[in-house]
């Protein structure tokens, strides 16, 4: 099955303790990227990759940082993570231009 | 950056009801999407239409891309229909994809 996964759904965690939200897609999609959402601010794009070893930021990129090694993952780190992160996150993949998947979510709460 | 609008902000139906839902976007773009995010958050994809017209069973959406408007159809609604629906652009000119503010959907039984 065609599908972005994202790893862990929920988590809870608390200030200045890394974190990493994986994503990894099965589309062999070049373009990934990381959104946030936020009640009132709606959904905003944190990264982006055109490829692989191709990042780039978005609009919401302070705190984060990503990285692709590999065509199929995407991951998003938190190396310091503070309570204004605390938001649902999302994972895409798409071809270029093209019809974008999202993943699940990740529901994140930094205490 | 490409601006988006959503119209309405919010809206009430009874089950049974039809709707439409407009997105109005500032530039020329190459990928417009419909999304529904469900009361657990997971976003659905609705149609991927940067032009022309779909339909996929009570839903259709037609997007003007000359007039830059695209337009989601929701015919004999259901409770299952509830949750907010998201227009999504693509712009020619950057790599972001950019979402609308929602419409808030709530159907009543």
């Known amino acids: 099955e065609a599908q972005v996964t994202q790893n862990p759904r929920y988590l809870i965690t608390v200030t200045g303790k890394k974190l990493t939200v994986t994503c990894s897609q099965n589309?062999?999609?070049?373009?990934m990227s990381w959104y946030r959402q936020d009640p009132g601010l709606g959904l905003r794009q944190i990264y982006y990759?055109?490829?692989?070893?191709?990042?780039d930021k978005g609009d919401v990129p302070e705190g984060y940082k990503v990285s692709r090694k590999e065509k199929r993952n995407f991951p998003l780190i938190l190396e310091s993570p503070s309570p204004n992160q605390t938001s649902l996150y999302f994972c895409?993949?798409?071809?270029?231009?093209?019809?974008?998947?999202f993943g699940p979510g990740t529901r994140l709460t930094v205490l | 950056g490409i601006q988006v609008e959503q119209s309405p902000p919010d809206l009430i139906l009874q089950e049974g009801a039809n709707s439409t839902l407009r997105c109005n976007f500032s530039?020329?773009?190459?990928?417009l999407q419909w999304f529904h995010q469900n009361p657990w958050g997971q976003l659905i994809n609705l149609f991927y239409?940067?032009?022309g017209t779909k339909q996929n069973g009570r839903l259709s959406a037609t997007t003007v891309a000359t007039e830059r408007y695209s337009l989601l159809y929701i015919s004999s609604s259901q409770t299952t229909d509830s949750g907010v629906y998201f227009c999504?652009?693509?712009?020619?000119?950057?790599?972001?994809?950019?979402f609308g503010p929602g419409t808030r959907l709530s159907v009543l039984p």
């Open positions: 530039d020329s773009v190459n990928n």
């Open positions: 239409i940067p032009s």
């Open positions: 895409a993949s798409s071809l270029p231009h093209g019809e974008q998947f």
């Open positions: 990759s055109m490829n692989v070893e191709v990042t």
């Open positions: 999504a652009v693509d712009s020619n000119y950057g790599q972001n994809f950019v």
């Open positions: 589309m062999n999609h070049e373009y």
